[in-house]
């Protein structure tokens, strides 16, 4: 079957770095995505990787392997309005997105 | 009409009852896809439509049907709704199929 694992939760202290990881398991691979989800929002694109290592945006940088199906989604200079679920969606090779359950990411002050 | 929309907000419904949910995008994307997310869950695809007049079953297609008449709507329809179909409805689109999708506000849909 195929399968995305990401912790469930994570927390991390404003003005910190944190990494939350993704690994996967599934029929082909045609990108990886991270969504970003603010409580009782709709999730919002924040990267795609296809190839292997590091893509940077900003504050976030994400990056793949894929002889590993591996990926992870590094935010730094964390802010307080960085709560929020982080989801990673891989593309299997019918072309549909295949979803982590997400991980819950909580800034403290 | 900016971006992606999707009605109602919310509902109750009463197990039986036939419930169309909406949803309509002014970005002229082709592709568009509904999706359930419950907790502790990801997002579960239902069904998923590539371009207007074609439709696809996703992971979850069971109770639901959905029409593709043009390239703005892809309404969701429960025939006969169920308790297990309270969830949370999320409609997105696309350029096409593999490109990044942009996702509705949702639908929070409890079936009692």
């Known amino acids: 079957g195929q399968n995305i694992d990401q912790p469930t939760e994570m927390t991390a202290t404003e003005g910190a770095i944190v990494q939350i990881n993704c690994t996967y398991q599934?029929?082909?691979?045609?990108?990886l995505f991270w969504y970003q989800q603010h409580a009782g929002e709709a999730p919002t694109f924040l990267s795609y990787?296809?190839l292997d290592g590091l893509e940077e945006k900003g504050r976030f940088s994400s990056f793949l392997s894929r002889s590993k199906g591996y990926s992870y989604l590094l935010l730094k200079e964390l802010q307080m309005k960085d709560s929020a679920s982080y989801l990673c969606?891989?593309?299997?090779?019918?072309?549909?997105?295949?979803w982590g359950a997400g991980t819950k990411l909580i800034i403290k002050p | 009409i900016a971006g992606i929309t999707q009605a109602p907000t919310s509902q109750i419904l009463a197990a039986g009852r036939r419930m169309t949910l909406r949803c309509t995008q002014d970005?002229?994307?082709?592709?568009m896809y509904w999706y359930r997310q419950d907790l502790g869950l990801g997002l579960r695809l239902i069904h998923y439509?590539?371009?207007?007049?074609?439709?696809g079953k996703g992971e979850v297609p069971d109770g639901y049907s959905v029409s593709r008449a043009n390239t703005d709507d892809f309404p969701l329809t429960l025939a006969s709704a169920v308790p297990s179909q309270t969830s949370v409805y999320f409609c997105?689109?696309?350029?096409?199929?593999?490109?990044?999708?942009?996702f509705g506000p949702g639908t929070r849909l409890t079936v009692l």
């Open positions: 997105a689109s696309s350029v096409a199929g593999n490109n990044e999708q942009f």
């Open positions: 970005m002229r994307h082709n592709a």
């Open positions: 439509s590539n371009t207007a007049g074609t439709t």
């Open positions: 599934t029929s082909g691979f045609n990108g």
């Open positions: 990787n296809v």
């Open positions: 969606a891989v593309r299997d090779s019918n072309y549909q997105l295949i």
